[in-house]
């Protein structure tokens, strides 16, 4: 496979995946900017896809460093959420051959808007945003849950998803907003290496072009993190709702025009 990408749109590429990366790091939705962007570049459409997961899972991946080594990431709640979200992501892969992602699209669109509702209303986190020594059984077993559910869910279709692991993680185990940022990039780390390996095998990520936006996403989620951990709740609030906004305005676009 080869695809043919000039210099200059190389550069732009690059260009949105800083951007795609410093996003998604904070609320998700990443995808909005960089997977358009290699459609635009002339990428065929299952080209487009792959190539995006093989440069966005080292944005996960930065993003996930960065987040741990400010103490947002609590290590035994990872080792299950982990697995859980790889799992579900190859469960999400093999759906697709049974059932058409587009008939999700009306049930997200309903569910995005019920997330804008909830961020909008949702009152300041409690205090300590940092993990607990370790979290309990109930706690992990809801974080498998999360990971197992969500973690289909981007195997199987996937805008948003960074989005909803955030809003789980919050509702659920009450973390903030920052921490739930975190807990989201684990699964959001392990959903994407699912899908690097599954668009590899298929011969489908063109490297030539992912390995550049690979690095521009890295710096991106870097700079994300570092903003969510700086900014905490109020930024990651904020940036989520402009997600999920787009989100909304591109799923209600893609209903109607069905």
Same mark, same amino acid.
């Given at each position: 496979?080869?695809?043919?990408?000039?210099?200059?749109?190389?550069?732009?590429?690059?260009?949105?995946?800083?951007?795609?990366?410093?996003?998604?790091?904070?609320?998700?939705?990443?995808?909005?900017?960089?997977?358009?962007?290699?459609?635009?570049?002339?990428?065929?459409?299952?080209?487009?896809?792959?190539?995006?997961?093989?440069?966005?899972?080292?944005?996960?991946?930065?993003?996930?460093?960065?987040?741990?080594?400010?103490?947002?990431?609590?290590? +035994?709640?990872?080792?299950?959420?982990? &697995?859980?979200?790889?799992?579900? #992501?190859? %469960?999400?892969? !093999? $759906?697709?051959? @049974? =059932?058409?992602?587009?008939?999700?699209?009306?049930?997200?669109?309903?569910?995005?808007?019920?997330?804008?509702?909830?961020?909008?209303?949702?009152?300041?986190? +409690?205090?300590?945003?940092?993990?607990? &020594?370790?979290?309990?059984?109930? #706690?992990? %077993?809801?974080? !498998? $849950?999360?990971? @197992? =559910?969500?973690?289909?869910?981007?195997?199987?279709?996937?805008?948003?998803?960074?989005?909803?692991?955030?809003?789980?993680?919050?509702?659920?185990?009450?973390?903030?907003?920052?921490?739930?940022?975190?807990?989201?990039?684990?699964?959001?780390?392990?959903?994407?290496? !699912?899908?690097?390996? @599954?668009?590899?095998?298929?011969?489908?990520?063109?490297?030539?072009?992912?390995?550049?936006?690979?690095?521009?996403?890295?710096?991106?989620?870097?700079?994300?993190?570092?903003?969510?951990?700086?900014?905490?709740?109020?930024?990651?609030?904020?940036?989520?709702?402009?997600?999920?906004?787009?989100?909304?305005?591109?799923?209600?676009?893609?209903?109607?025009?069905?």
């Amino acid at each position: 496979m080869d695809v043919d990408v000039s210099a200059l749109h190389l550069i732009l590429l690059c260009l949105a995946a800083l951007i795609a990366g410093l996003v998604d790091a904070i609320a998700g939705g990443g995808g909005l900017i960089s997977l358009p962007a290699l459609l635009a570049a002339g990428l065929p459409p299952h080209v487009a896809l792959g190539t995006n997961k093989g440069q966005s899972v080292f944005g996960a991946f930065a993003a996930l460093v960065r987040f741990s080594r400010a103490g947002l990431v609590d290590g +035994r709640l990872a080792r299950v959420t982990f &697995p859980f979200g790889l799992g579900g #992501a190859f %469960a999400g892969v !093999a $759906l697709v051959l @049974l =059932v058409k992602p587009e008939v999700l699209k009306p049930l997200v669109l309903v569910l995005l808007i019920a997330v804008a509702v909830f961020l909008a209303f949702r009152k300041s986190p +409690r205090p300590g945003d940092t993990p607990e &020594p370790g979290p309990p059984a109930r #706690a992990r %077993a809801i974080g !498998a $849950l999360i990971a @197992l =559910v969500i973690g289909t869910y981007d195997g199987f279709f996937g805008p948003g998803t960074g989005t909803f692991l955030i809003v789980a993680f919050s509702s659920l185990l009450g973390h903030g907003l920052a921490r739930a940022s975190a807990d989201a990039k684990v699964v959001n780390f392990a959903s994407n290496l !699912a899908s690097v390996a @599954l668009f590899a095998f298929k011969g489908v990520v063109l490297w030539k072009v992912a390995l550049p936006m690979a690095g521009a996403q890295f710096v991106g989620a870097w700079l994300g993190a570092h903003l969510a951990v700086k900014g905490g709740d109020t930024l990651v609030r904020k940036v989520v709702l402009g997600v999920v906004l787009a989100l909304v305005l591109k799923l209600g676009h893609d209903v109607v025009t069905a």
